[in-house]
């Protein structure tokens, strides 16, 4: 890794470790699934009391914030390790969190939870399978996903501060409603499309690497398990 590639990836951890100690996680998207997850919004009421919820794509387990003051506990997953160690510095000595270095391209983690949480992970994979096939097989009830959808799949390169840590490149993606809904069906998902929790309904710009800015919308997908484990 270049030193310039070290310098953008550890600014990025100092960003992700004040997030971590942030209440709410510093964002509204953690707080916003949240609401949607315990109840308090009309589609929600899947996280229960007991549960295990598992966040693909961790980064320093950020999410968390907003969900700490639940009887839940909480397995971040991502694939690189600066992050997690941040996680894990930061929430030493809280027992109901956890944290898992693994590839969800390679193969699905040895891990079960009623419900999972994936925000933004998609895009950076090229393709929706093998990963979502791999997220599924961990979730027993209820996945959540927040990503970027259009009429048609957009796949591209990112600018090169969008890598993984071993040099490979992330992507930047919007994938085709008709296509992420026949791959969850095709898992056992019943799907609810809505709005995004932070975005509502508008559109948003996202640079993709060296390519003019694209306009995408966002989008938060409800999938069920037809048939909970």
């Known amino acids: 890794m270049s030193d310039y590639l070290r310098f953008l990836q550890e600014g990025f951890a100092t960003v992700l470790e004040e997030r971590a100690r942030h209440p709410d996680g510093g964002l509204s998207w953690p707080r916003a699934l949240r609401s949607l997850l315990t109840g308090e919004s009309a589609d929600g009421g899947d996280l ?5 919820l598992v966040d693909f794509g961790c980064a320093s387990g950020y999410a968390f914030r907003a969900f700490d003051d639940l009887d839940v506990s909480y397995l971040g997953i991502d694939l690189n390790p600066a992050y997690l160690a941040v996680g894990r510095a930061v929430f030493a000595g809280d027992p109901r969190v956890y944290f898992l270095e693994h590839d969800l ?24 399978l093998p990963v979502l096939a791999h997220v ?8 959540v996903i927040r990503t970027h959808l259009g009429p048609a799949e957009e796949i591209h390169l990112p600018s090169p501060m969008l890598l993984y840590a071993d040099g490979r490149p992330q992507y930047a993606n919007q994938y085709a409603v008709a296509d992420l809904v026949r791959v969850l069906s095709d898992l056992d998902f019943a799907v609810t499309l809505l709005p995004d929790t932070v975005s509502g309904e508008q559109p948003v710009v996202v640079r993709d690497g060296f390519k003019p800015a694209t306009v995408r919308t966002a989008t938060t997908v409800l999938a069920r398990k037809r048939t909970p484990v």
């Open 48 to 52: 229960r009391s007991g549960d295990r």
């Open 136 to 143: 599924a097989q961990c979730v027993t009830r209820m996945l």
């Open 105 to 128: 391209m390679d193969t699905p983690p040895p891990v079960l939870a009623e419900v999972g949480l994936c925000s933004a992970l998609l895009e950076t994979c090229p393709g929706l």
